[in-house]
């Protein structure tokens, strides 16, 4: 926002950040904005896990593993007349044991126990999601998030998922020094906080806000987290 004249706000599709490691605020941030912009209520939580007999021996082998599972989960949803499966997956080696783990947050349409039939490798668990009113399923992408004991990846379906939204302030200088300096000084969680964002927002509710003081620009910038108040996925917005 500028303190004068007109806001000139970019709103655009982001694209995927190159880096897969879920080591980067970035990429943490883009992985959250893809699940929620994609799945909710009704969705898939597929965690499929490997017995003794047939752990991978090495990260390519297991990539090999759940990717043959998945095609067999779009097998069966192609004979069904269903259309391909959309998925965003998060996978973890581990650095004590080398053993791999796997999360997978797919769509619904194949029910849970064909979806973990489609698993020969050990047990396979298919729970349901169920997204909070509020922050629809955050807590989920947070745990997906959370800091890996080991090497830890994220990937997803290609072309059939929908790609974020992001409105960013493309005059970050051009803002309101006072504003910016009032708004640094409040609290992320304050009511005041919500409203000031939400004015500038119409149509949205603010889930949560971060703020950080940049030393290298000696700036504040913020990034807010948004939702449609008739939901259609999440925004995230930074400036």
Request: glycine share 6%; with cysteine; proline share 5%.
């Amino acid at each position: 926002e500028r303190g004068r004249g007109k806001r000139r706000n970019k709103r655009y599709q982001e694209s995927s950040p190159k880096q897969k490691k879920l080591n980067d605020k970035n990429s943490k941030r883009y992985f959250e904005a893809l699940v929620q912009s994609n799945f909710g209520k009704g969705g898939l939580h597929v965690t499929p896990t490997y017995d003794d007999a047939h752990v991978p021996e090495n990260e390519d082998e297991a990539k090999r593993r759940v990717t043959n599972f998945l095609a067999r989960v779009n097998y069966r949803r192609k004979k069904k007349g269903l259309p391909r499966a959309k998925w965003v997956m998060v996978t973890e080696m581990g650095k004590k044991n080398g053993r791999p783990h796997h999360h997978i947050i797919m769509d619904d349409l194949l029910e849970r126990d064909e979806v973990e039939e489609c698993w020969h490798d050990g047990y396979c668990n298919a729970d349901r999601i169920r997204p909070d009113k509020k922050h629809g399923i955050m807590a989920l992408t947070t745990y997906l998030m959370k800091d890996p004991k080991g090497n830890r990846r994220w990937t997803s379906s290609h072309g059939n998922l929908a790609m974020p939204w992001v409105t960013v302030n493309d005059e970050p200088k051009a803002m309101s020094k006072k504003r910016l300096r009032f708004m640094s000084e409040l609290p992320e969680d304050s009511e005041y906080m919500k409203q000031l964002i939400e004015r500038d927002n119409k149509g949205y509710e603010l889930v949560n806000v971060e703020k950080e003081f940049r030393e290298d620009t000696a700036t504040w910038y913020f990034f807010a987290r948004m939702k449609r108040k008739h939901p259609q996925g999440t925004q995230a917005s930074g400036g």
